[in-house]
Structures are given as C-alpha cells and as structure tokens.
C-alpha cells in the first residue's frame, strides 16, 4: 500500500513562506509524476503544481511566486510557496502517478491571514 505523508503546513501571514514536504513510501523515480493540489473550504480540489521527468507546471495563479521540487533518493517531493495570499488558504495534498494508479496523502493545512 502506497502512502504519502505531507507536513509544512501552518499560519503564515500575508506575504510569508512555507514549504510543504511530501514523503512516499516508495521509492519514486523520475518518470512519476508527483504533485501539489489544493481544496479550499466550498470549492473543488485544484492543481497547484506538478513535475515528472524534470519538467514542471503550474496553476496561473501561483506561477512565480512557487516552486515545486523534488529528491528521487529520498522519494520526497517539496512545494516552497512564497508571497503566499489569503486566497491561498486551502489543504494542501500530495499526489503520485505511475503505472499501478493514483495515490493521495491526508493533507496539509495551510492558512494566510494577518
């Protein structure tokens, strides 16, 4: 059974950082594709940013100001998030693709507010 354990999450004020860690409990290797979506309270689960075979996307709404990262050797994958908005207020969870299916942690909350 795949699991996936997010931590990072927190308060943070407008305009601070964080940075989310995401750890498998398998070895991941470069060809999955690992990722950060988010849900807010009322609304649906969105992705925030992805990567797989060292390429990376990301939602308009977080483009320069996150970056999604990852270490294969210890099957971690990292989402710094700067300049962070009370719009980015959300639960943040993790999520790996590869050829068995679709596996998502127990997420993370992070909330912006001063």
């Known amino acids: 059974q795949v699991q996936l354990v997010e931590s990072g999450g927190g308060l943070v004020q407008p305009g601070g950082s964080l940075r989310l860690s995401c750890v498998a409990s398998i070895n991941i290797f470069s060809t999955y594709r690992m990722g950060w979506y988010r849900q807010a309270p009322g609304k649906e689960r969105e992705l925030v940013a992805d990567t797989i075979r060292g390429s990376t996307n990301y939602a308009d709404s977080v483009k320069g100001r996150f970056i999604i990262s990852r270490v294969n050797a210890i099957n971690t994958v990292y989402l710094q998030m700067n300049d962070l908005k009370p719009e980015d207020t959300a639960v943040y969870y993790c999520?790996?693709?590869?050829?068995?299916?679709?596996?998502w942690g127990q997420g993370t909350q992070v909330t912006v507010s001063s």
């Open positions: 999520k790996l693709t590869y050829y068995y299916g679709n596996y």
